[in-house]
């Protein structure tokens, strides 16, 4: 049997829903690709690629898409946000990268890049219904994976707002498409989510306060 074969062979069913190892797999390593995340950890990218590169694989297998493409996004900004993180962000005092909330012309960047692109993208599948089954949903979670990854690889806090808005179509889209882990690891995702949106939230606070301190009078 190949790896792909064998990464799409089914794990075990749990009330009825049938698990598959790429889905339990890439979902795992993407979890601690998020907890890396909450922790400003430059590791958090290595993880988020090899969780694509996985769930890649499950997507396929139950022909979503756009999911498909949200992986290749996600590989893609993995490599983007490693660059950014270890050469171009700006680090705090403790050695992580620093974080703060986007100023309001990226967060109207962010927002365009967001309706724009999930209207461009829910066309191309409505145009082509081959490309997705179900097209809004599929656009809605492609683009937002895309502009959640570009807030965190700039260390904005609205990185986890993003997500949280990203889970909310997510969670429903992977049961009713077949990934049943996936649906269950984005609940996880969530609490993940709240929490590291706290600590950033409040961190941003901590990071801005020695350059306001060694601001002129």
Not at 52 to 80: C, D, E, R
Not at 93 to 101: I, W
Not at 168 to 178: A, D, E, H, R
Not at 182 to 202: K, P, Q
């Amino acid at each position: 049997m190949s790896v792909v074969g064998w990464l799409n062979a089914e794990a075990f069913t749990v009330f009825g829903q049938h698990l598959i190892y790429s889905d339990l797999i890439g979902n795992t390593v993407g979890l601690v690709g998020l907890a890396l995340g909450w922790r400003r950890s430059v590791w958090t990218w290595p993880a988020q690629a090899l969780s694509a590169l996985v769930l890649i694989a499950a997507n396929v297998h139950v022909h979503q898409s756009g999911s498909v493409g949200k992986q290749l996004i996600i590989l893609i900004t993995a490599v983007w946000g490693w660059r950014q993180w270890t050469r171009g962000t700006e680090r705090a005092a403790d050695g992580g990268v620093a974080v703060r909330f986007a100023t309001w012309r990226e967060r109207a960047l962010l927002i365009a890049l967001a309706v724009l692109g999930t209207l461009a993208v829910g066309g191309l599948f409505t145009a082509y219904p081959s490309l997705s089954w179900n097209p809004w949903p599929d656009a809605y979670v492609f683009v937002g994976t895309l502009v959640a990854m570009i807030a965190q690889a700039r260390g904005l806090v609205e990185f986890w707002f993003a997500w949280l808005l990203v889970d909310c179509v997510g969670v429903p889209l992977n049961f009713t498409s077949g990934l049943a882990f996936s649906g269950l690891i984005y609940l996880v995702y969530g609490a993940l989510v709240l929490w590291g949106l706290r600590d950033w939230w409040l961190r941003s606070r901590t990071d801005a306060r020695p350059a306001l301190e060694g601001a002129p009078a």
